[in-house]
């Protein structure tokens, strides 16, 4: 996926990170939970009863407010330059990743460092070197 530079708006992407932490704060504040999206939707396959609903409330949100965005503020649609079999393949592996590091970027790195837990600094380092690596490499070097 590549960023529209041309459509892109610095006040759009502090909204979006306002909403983000807004969220975050209203998650753990209501009923106590971290927003870990891959703790959220692994938790929503093996969970049943009252930890459902809220966990699925949460990922119809994730997936319908793009769209949401799109009609209201005619959002410029993602353009992907990969492969759906390498989108498909990264997202299992990320969210493998996410589950064997007992978190994801938005567990360790919105909430953990927010909370400012060094275990999630150490594991925000490490997925944000991991990236910074594979980017060089399918970019630079295999690309």
């Given at each position: 996926?590549t ?6 708006t610095p006040?759009?992407?502090?909204a979006?990170?306002?909403l983000i932490g807004?969220?975050a704060a209203?998650l753990?504040?209501?009923i106590?939970r ?9 938790g929503?396959?093996?969970v ?13 949100g994730?997936?319908l407010?793009?769209?949401?965005a799109?009609?209201l ?6 353009v ?5 079999p390498?989108l498909?393949?990264s997202?299992l592996?990320?969210?493998f990743?996410a589950r064997l590091?007992?978190?994801?970027t938005s567990?360790h790195?919105?909430?953990g460092l927010?909370r400012?837990?060094?275990r999630?600094?150490v594991?925000t380092g ?10 060089f490499f399918?970019?630079?070097?295999f690309?």
């Amino acid at each position: 996926m590549t960023i529209d530079w041309a459509h892109f708006t610095p006040l759009s992407a502090l909204a979006g990170g306002a909403l983000i932490g807004l969220a975050a704060a209203l998650l753990i504040l209501g009923i106590g939970r971290v927003l870990g999206a891959a703790g959220i939707v692994g938790g929503a396959l093996e969970v049943q009863g009252a930890d459902a609903p809220w966990r699925w409330s949460l990922i119809v949100g994730l997936v319908l407010s793009p769209l949401v965005a799109r009609l209201l503020w005619s959002v410029a649609p993602p353009v992907f330059v990969a492969p759906w079999p390498a989108l498909v393949a990264s997202g299992l592996l990320v969210g493998f990743g996410a589950r064997l590091g007992s978190g994801c970027t938005s567990g360790h790195g919105v909430c953990g460092l927010a909370r400012l837990s060094p275990r999630s600094l150490v594991a925000t380092g490490i997925f944000m070197a991991a990236a910074f690596v594979a980017v060089f490499f399918t970019h630079h070097v295999f690309g």
